[in-house]
């Protein structure tokens, strides 16, 4: 359940993202490379950014634009590597 819920959480700022920069095009005179190379990863970023931190400070509700109302839960303590 972990790497669904981490899975999610990374996909909806990234759908987010290029939604805004999608938007953006519209709205601006800018050159598709410079759009998809700069904006996407820009807008995406600071939409996880804002929601993230609305959800520690703010309300856990803010997860939900997210994907998921929490973020992933992992077991505390260092991994073991599988023996040879």
């Not at 709205?27 to 931190?53: I, N, Q, T």
């Amino acid at each position: 359940m972990n790497i669904y819920l981490s899975l999610l959480r990374t996909g909806v700022p990234a759908l987010v993202g290029w939604l805004a920069a999608l938007a953006a095009r519209y709205g601006l005179d800018l050159d598709p490379s410079a759009l998809s190379g700069v904006l996407v990863p820009l807008a995406g970023f600071a939409y996880y950014a804002l929601f993230r931190f609305a959800e520690e400070n703010v309300s856990p509700t803010f997860g939900w634009l997210l994907g998921y109302a929490r973020p992933p839960q992992y077991p505390g303590g260092k991994a073991e590597l599988p023996a040879r």
